[in-house]
């Protein structure tokens, strides 16, 4: 069964809030992860795609390799902000 993507999101909304301690409600999808204005800095990227990698695993049946050279190659781009990442993640379910 594919899980919603409004599930995802939330699940990277709730694990942004509680590195930050914003409020959920100010963790929104184009909150930005890396790059200038980022609201969690390396180390918490790291926790945040550590739990996703659990995430997919667990909830989406997956397998997210955040470490391959592939995976770095494009992280500006997927993890660029919340929707970004929780879009990658959602695209790795299997059909």
């Known amino acids: ?3 919603p ?3 995802v ?4 909304r709730e694990e942004v809030s509680a590195m930050t ?9 184009s909150t930005v992860l ?6 969690i800095d390396s180390a918490d990227l790291v ?6 990698e659990d995430f ?3 909830k989406l ?12 190659s494009d992280a500006r781009s997927i993890l660029r902000t919340i929707e970004t990442l929780g879009r990658h993640l959602y695209s790795l379910q299997p059909a």
């Open 1 to 3: 069964m594919t899980v």
């Open 5 to 7: 993507y409004e599930d």
């Open 9 to 12: 999101e939330q699940f990277l």
């Open 21 to 29: 301690n914003a409020p959920l409600e100010q963790v929104k999808p």
């Open 34 to 39: 890396v790059g200038t204005n980022r609201v």
């Open 47 to 52: 926790m945040l795609l550590l739990a996703a």
């Open 56 to 58: 997919a695993r667990e």
């Open 61 to 72: 049946s997956t397998h997210f390799d955040w470490t391959s050279d592939s995976a770095m």
